[in-house]
């Protein structure tokens, strides 16, 4: 069993910034790709941001320049510090990970979602 936690979301103002947060808990052998994704009202969810185990990022075009994906092995916990944010970024935000668990099943985990909300 594997579960992802988010946190960090909220309200901020345009050009504001946030962090979000993600931990993985659970039966974790290895995590390998890491991620967000956000789904605003009446779209689809689109990937935002992804990141290899190695360190290696990829952003969708809309963020880039103003969004950073990071992560940090130790504790499995991916961030997303997003920056300049601008109205269009209103979404609820998960984070997903590409996981081997410790009965060497490998699937592709997400979280529950966290709201961002850029409005003055």
């Known amino acids: 069993q594997v579960q992802l936690g988010e946190s960090g979301g909220g309200l901020v103002q345009p050009g504001g910034s946030l962090r979000l947060s993600c931990a993985a808990s659970?039966?974790?052998?290895?995590?390998?790709?890491m991620g967000w994704h956000r789904q605003a009202p009446g779209k689809q969810r689109e990937l935002v941001a992804i990141i290899t185990r190695s360190g290696n990022t990829n952003y969708t075009d809309s963020v880039k320049g103003r969004f950073t994906i990071s992560r940090d092995n130790a504790k499995n916990t991916v961030f997303l510090q997003m920056s300049s944010l601008k109205p269009e970024d209103t979404a609820v935000y998960y984070c997903?990970?590409?996981?081997?668990?410790?009965?060497?099943?490998?699937?592709?985990?997400w979280g529950q979602g966290t709201q961002v909300t850029v409005s003055s």
């Open positions: 997903n990970a590409d996981v081997l668990t410790t009965r060497l099943y490998r699937g592709d985990y």
């Open positions: 659970g039966s974790i052998l290895s995590i390998f790709a």
